[in-house]
């Protein structure tokens, strides 16, 4: 049966950045194991079946006028009627870091208007009988956030796993599932939010061989140093989100000697509306919310400052401290120069702790090694995106940033420094 809706007012702004190169979500799976691209589009199809917005595309209807910028744009549909397959393309190439090339390829090319889905996935191997290889994955944001990419790995490696079998599924969804404005936090406002929280950037810094590119810099706290990491956060009654905050501030309270900073926080909200979802619902269901630090020099001090304005912004009205709207002419009065002078910065840090993502090591024939996950940042963005995952009993970390912005050198140093602190307990 096919479904078709109109995009909600946030999947409309991630759509419509989308289309410009910004936010594009990107997910890379890097799996040991030889893999068959007929058994991987014969996976992708059979997910596409399980979940409409997988077989959605994005049709264009009626003109919407703004008194500001974007001044017109046409209201965007989803529909289910012709869309094609996932597109799957296969890439040989000898080189073993040839998927890098492909991730800074995907990660500035949005995914072209018409019938096709909203997803697209390139293998990278070395050859066809190659025992490794890398899943490129690259969505449009408006259908897709950390815990749709999750799922949409480990069924795709259930899968791949046992093709034959009949692993645990989740029910077959049939039609699109809501968008996030129909939850009671985030029904339409009349007039402007009652709060506006400016931006607080990182110092403008040289960057050596500056491009237009978004990069990413991995690291992984063993389980030993997480479990010791848990325990301290439950004893000082805060959070993991909290606390990884507190990890970054306090790298870049040490680096740049600022006092305070802004945070921009990705939250989940499929349990906090009034139409609960179903924990297996694949789209786009997180708002994020800037919330203001006090940095100290007291680990502790500040993640609980930063678990508790983010719980209370969540309490009070998330909509006031939202970004993922259409700006207002308060944004661009206040933040289109400094944005303009800092690259395309629009604060110094995202911070997205996403749980447990679920996936194992182990997938019948095959081993997952590790996953890259980041959002474009080269149009623009925070100077550094945090994207924080429990894997295999550790805490796994890709921290993005865009390379007209910061250098290598800097975001390793800032990175490195954090996750000591958070080694550390504090």
């Not at 799922?151 to 046992?162: K, S, T």
């Not at 991995?218 to 439950?234: E, H, N, Q, S």
């Given at each position: ?50 979940h ?16 500001l ?96 079998g ?28 009652a ?14 061989d ?55 926080n990705t939250?989940?909200?499929?349990r906090?509306g ?11 269901y ?38 993922m ?59 550094l ?10 805490l ?31």
């Amino acid at each position: 049966m096919d479904e078709t809706r109109p995009l909600g007012e946030k999947e409309q702004l991630l759509n419509h950045l989308h289309a410009r190169g910004g936010l594009i979500a990107m997910q890379v799976l890097h799996v040991r194991g030889r893999l068959d691209p007929a058994l991987v589009e014969d996976a992708l199809s059979r997910l596409q079946a399980r979940h409409p917005m997988l077989r959605a595309h994005i049709r264009y209807g009626k003109i919407i006028w703004r008194r500001l910028p974007p001044f017109v744009h046409r209201l965007p549909w989803f529909d289910t009627a012709g869309t094609t397959e996932i597109p799957l393309r296969v890439l040989d190439d000898p080189d073993p870091d040839a998927w890098r090339e492909v991730f800074a390829t995907e990660i500035r090319t949005p995914i072209p208007k018409g019938n096709n889905p909203r997803l697209r996935i390139t293998l990278v191997r070395q050859s066809p009988d190659a025992d490794t290889g890398h899943l490129v994955i690259c969505a449009d944001h408006a259908t897709l956030d950390a815990r749709s990419a999750h799922m949409l790995a480990r069924q795709l490696l259930e899968f791949l796993a046992d093709p034959a079998g009949s692993p645990q599924q989740p029910p077959l969804h049939t039609a699109l599932p809501p968008p996030l404005e129909a939850c009671s936090h985030h029904r339409p406002r009349g007039g402007e939010t009652a709060t506006y929280t400016p931006a607080i950037r990182l110092p403008e810094q040289p960057v050596p061989d500056p491009r237009k590119e978004t990069r990413v810099v991995a690291r992984y706290l063993g389980p030993d140093a997480t479990a010791r990491l848990g325990a301290a956060v439950k004893a000082h009654r805060t959070t993991l989100h909290g606390a990884v905050t507190a990890a970054f501030l306090l790298a870049v309270r040490e680096r740049y000697r600022l006092d305070a900073m802004t945070v921009l926080n990705t939250v989940d909200f499929r349990r906090l509306g009034e139409l609960p979802l179903p924990p297996e619902t694949f789209g786009c269901y997180v708002d994020i919310l800037r919330t203001e630090h006090a940095i100290t020099g007291d680990f502790w001090a500040t993640a609980r400052d930063a678990s508790f304005k983010l719980i209370a912004a969540m309490a009070r009205d998330p909509e006031s401290f939202s970004i993922m709207r259409f700006p207002d002419w308060r944004v661009y009065r206040r933040e289109a120069r400094p944005t303009i002078r800092h690259n395309g910065r629009i604060d110094g840090l995202a911070v997205t702790t996403a749980g447990e993502s679920g996936l194992r090591a182990g997938y019948g024939a095959y081993t997952l090694e590790g996953v890259t996950r980041a959002v474009s940042l080269h149009l623009f963005g925070p100077s550094l995106f945090v994207i924080a995952n429990e894997w295999l009993g550790g805490l796994d970390l890709s921290v993005g940033y865009a390379a007209t912005a910061m250098s290598e050198d800097e975001v390793r140093w800032l990175t490195d420094n954090a996750v000591d602190r958070l080694g550390n307990g504090g």
